[in-house]
């Protein structure tokens, strides 16, 4: 059974960093493509950064333009854990963050609906 915890969400100031971990259990994380979505009250969920180590291409990451250059994705293959570290923070990050997982063939999509199991999420805010 896919299960996925979200962790280190919290309260910082702008500029600040924080680094998420979702822990996967239930299935192999480099068997299966990986995103990192958030939703901002209001607003729609949108992803942020999805990863795919399935392919003979080794690991592959992508980001949304309004991340790229911030946040960096990667996974801890030996504690079955995915991570994204947040840096420059502002408060248009302020969000909740959710880890997600997807089947193989769906892998760096940043589309909600390609994701079949999700985690609670973890709250970020960020203050001026």
């Not at 990192?36 to 003979?56: C, D, L, N």
């Not at 570290?85 to 302020?94: A, C, H, R, V, W």
Request: proline residues 2%.
């Amino acid at each position: 059974q896919v299960h996925l915890v979200e962790s280190g969400g919290g309260s910082v100031q702008a500029g600040g960093s924080l680094r998420l971990s979702c822990a996967a259990s239930g299935f192999i994380l480099t068997r299966r493509c990986m995103g990192w979505f958030r939703q901002a009250p209001g607003k729609e969920r949108e992803g942020v950064a999805v990863i795919s180590s399935t392919g003979t291409d080794g690991i592959i990451t992508a980001y949304a333009n309004s991340v790229k250059g911030r946040f960096t994705i990667s996974s801890d293959n030996a504690k079955n854990t995915l991570h994204l570290q947040m840096g420059s923070l502002t408060p248009e990050d302020t969000a909740m963050y959710y880890c997600a997982t997807a089947s193989a063939g769906r892998c760096l999509s940043f589309l909600p609906a390609q994701y079949t199991d999700w985690g609670q999420g973890t709250q970020v805010t960020v203050s001026s």
